[in-house]
């Protein structure tokens, strides 16, 4: 499986950027997939996740009112609207995906950089 990330970029504060995570390969076995973001010098942290299946989310608490996790079940793709970015924001956002049957994700993409300027 390979993930691909796109979308991110230079916005100034208040403003929204979009991401896109597109999974390839054996997919099948896919069930979840969900956004980390590692500011820099800063460990990786979880931002938000979904289950493809039933469609359930889970948000980090700093971004839940401004930022929306949707996915495409089929085409196994992970969206990522951001809204209301903050300089804290910053960082290169990675994302993952989990197979059916395991604890933690198995699988990441190469990230991509969101710097939000102040």
């Known amino acids: 499986v390979q993930l691909q990330a796109s979308g991110g970029g230079l916005v100034q504060e208040g403003g929204s950027l979009k991401l896109s995570c597109s999974a390839s390969g054996h997919t099948f076995a896919i069930i979840g997939m969900g956004w980390y973001r590692q500011p820099a010098g800063k460990e990786r942290e979880s931002v938000a996740a979904?289950?493809?299946?039933?469609?359930?989310?889970y948000y980090e608490y700093s971004v839940e009112e401004r930022f929306t996790i949707s996915g495409d079940n089929a085409a196994k793709m992970v969206y990522l609207q951001m809204n209301n970015l903050k300089p804290e924001d910053t960082a290169v956002y990675f994302c993952?995906?989990?197979?059916?049957?395991?604890?933690?994700?198995?699988?990441w993409g190469q990230g991509t950089l969101v710097t939000v300027s102040s």
């Open positions: 979904i289950n493809l299946n039933d469609g359930s989310s």
């Open positions: 993952a995906a989990r197979i059916e049957g395991a604890d933690s994700y198995d699988y």
